[in-house]
């Protein structure tokens, strides 16, 4: 007779923990109900996590499971093994899981008083198989009790841990999973860091070139490069269901659970303290834009974001932030054509991407938007970009330009190339060519650094 095949849930056949997966979903629902977590706590690890699944309704179908065991589970069970789900999440949940999969034979799961993992769940296994010998699959050294105890001890997890118990029981199937550095990269959104060299444009366009104004723009840029990473993880946290219903977002390090949602919890403070620890060695105008940046960012995550044309114009403003935060971080003056130019610019991208988004996401995701909007969002948008020209062709009439330049009749070739390379985002966009973000296209696409390079060209050439 073959011996039972015994699965934990947390972090073994789920890619997360159901526990933290219902304190999101409460964040989402009902946040104050939050205020209640202590008082849970008080009465119990078990208690808390039987209230946080009963206030918080998960639904098990969306959660984020590990398919190269799921697969061989249904092989097993295809081939008469008894499955068993053993695991220290609570009844509502554990059973939900159960009923949804419809592979297990039993579950064995925490109770309000008891929480079932390490040796409490090997004595409740040993009293329900009364002797008959099983397999364990688990992913962390508190299972160790288990796999010391079955006649298999199946590992999901890093390679050390697998080593760790082939020491102590016979090691049968190892499912490797480890967190990546890409990984972390891309939760961070490194390549959005890129938005932040916006910091600098007040230097180049004032021609200074002091390094330690360098230095300063450089440091801004840093701190709000750590901020932003922050607030995208807590946006990812806050945005999971979505992004995991999205055919690409899905596959991001939260959703798919390839990053566990406690650690990127606690990645956040140590974002915020390192920018806010550099921001403290900058001027204060800079850490106010930094505080207004995290509340702006914020607040848009969690209301703004919702709200038609509001939306976009939050997103311009924290571009434009951007910018003044580089003249604050290093005293250099901003001018008003700059500050005007950037309004119109960036309220332009901010049409891109809402108009790319509702070709993408699903009806109920679309932030207060129709799909009958793409042609007025395509007005307003490609409207503001050839505004952000105008602006740029009426400062070049202007006396600033003169005290600046030696040469200023160079810059009237950046008019068309900026009209050209505005017309030629929002084309790729109307063709269908661009992603829902237009950031990561600009990065990957030669024409638009093609025209960045030749802007750079025109402004040497008018110095």
């Known amino acids: 007779m073959s011996a039972v095949l015994v699965v934990d849930l947390d972090g073994t056949l789920l890619r997360t923990d159901a526990a933290w997966e219902s304190l999101l979903e409460l964040v989402r629902r009902r946040p104050w109900r939050l205020l209640l977590l202590p008082v849970w706590l008080l009465r119990g690890r078990s208690y808390a996590k039987l209230r946080l699944a009963q206030e918080a309704s998960l639904d098990v179908r969306s959660l984020p499971y590990d398919e190269e065991l799921l697969e061989w589970l249904k092989l097993e069970r295809q081939r008469g093994r008894r499955l068993i789900l053993a695991t220290a999440a609570v009844a509502p949940i554990a059973h939900a899981v159960a009923q949804h999969l419809g592979i297990f034979d039993a579950v064995l799961c925490s109770g309000s008083e008891q929480n079932m993992r390490g040796t409490r769940k090997l004595q409740a296994l040993q009293a329900l198989l009364q002797g008959q010998p099983f397999e364990y699959v688990g992913n962390s050294p508190v299972d160790g009790p288990l796999w010391r105890a079955a006649s298999r001890a199946h590992v999901v ?3 050390w841990l697998a080593r760790w118990v082939q020491q102590q029981a016979s090691l049968g199937r190892h499912f490797h ?6 990984d972390v990269w891309a939760l961070l959104r490194v390549h959005q860091w890129v938005k932040n060299a916006l910091v ?13 104004l360098w230095g300063q723009a450089a440091a801004a840029a840093l701190a709000l490069s750590l901020w932003a990473s922050a607030l995208y993880v807590w946006n990812d946290l806050l945005d999971l269901p979505a992004d995991r219903a999205h055919p690409r977002k899905r596959w991001r390090p939260i959703a798919s659970g390839r990053i566990p949602i406690w650690s990127a919890l606690l990645v956040i403070p140590l974002l915020l303290g390192a920018g806010w620890g550099i921001a403290l060695y900058l001027r204060e105008d800079f850490q ?3 505080l207004g940046y995290g509340v702006g960012s914020a607040a848009y995550s969690l209301w703004l974001k919702r709200l038609a044309l509001v939306d976009v114009l939050m997103l311009s403003s924290l571009y434009a932030l951007r910018v003044l935060a580089g003249g604050w971080a290093t005293g250099v003056p901003l001018s008003g054509w700059l500050l005007t130019f950037s309004v119109f ?3 332009s991208l901010g049409f891109l991407k809402r108009y790319v988004e509702l070709h993408t996401v699903q009806p109920d995701e679309r932030r207060g938007y129709q799909r009958g909007d793409e042609r007025l969002l395509y007005s307003f948008g490609s409207a503001s970009g050839y505004l952000a020209v105008l602006v740029l062709l009426l400062y070049l009439n202007s006396p600033d330009v003169l005290r600046l330049y030696s040469h200023p009749r160079w810059l009237w070739l950046s008019s068309p190339l900026l009209l050209y390379w505005i017309a030629y985002l929002w084309l790729r966009a109307h063709r269908r060519e661009m992603s829902d973000d237009p950031v990561v296209f600009v990065l990957r696409d030669r024409i638009s650094y093609g025209i960045a390079a030749a802007m750079a060209l025109v402004l040497l050439l008018a110095r």
Request: net charge positive; hydrophobic share 55%; glycine share 8%.
């Open 157 to 159: 997890g890093p390679r």
């Open 177 to 182: 999973r480890t967190v990546r550095m890409r």
């Open 200 to 212: 600098f444009i007040p230097l180049v366009l004032a021609h200074r070139t002091e390094l330690g």
């Open 288 to 290: 106010l834009a930094l």
């Open 345 to 347: 610019l960036f309220v």
